[in-house]
């Protein structure tokens, strides 16, 4: 599925991005698979990197492309997350929940030290919020239970 600043334009506010961020839903015998079908899509691959990536604790991999200064992240999970179907381009595709999407940005702004990035954040949980239904009092609770319902608090006000 998509997240990050595609998922944030479907729901909220377009803005131009470099880079498309997708969840995949993978087993770690599925990361050798995946290798070869970056490969074939033009991507610069590191199997190292890819191996890093998928034992780390954030699994999420950049991956460059070979022409462009366009970058794919993949964000690994080994579960499905709430999604919604959509269309980009006229393809069907999937986009991260809006309120899943919201938490995540919420967690990147609690951890990131890049005042620029957060302020993109921000400004991308409004936009969701200002043009979304969101189930409020879940997503409070849901912020507070991840201790980033102060950040939410503000944004709301």
Known sequence: MLTGALASSYYGRARTTLDADIVLVIQEKDVAVLAKVLAVANLKVQKEKMRAAWESGYRILTVEDKVTPHTLDIIFR???LKRNAGRILGLQTYYEAPDSLILAKLRMIK????TARAIT???DIRGILENTQIDLRSLKERARAE???KILAELLS
């Open 121 to 123: 954040d921000r400004e």
């Open 111 to 114: 951890v990131t030290v890049e």
């Open 147 to 149: 201790s980033t319902a």
């Open 78 to 80: 080994s579960q499905s």
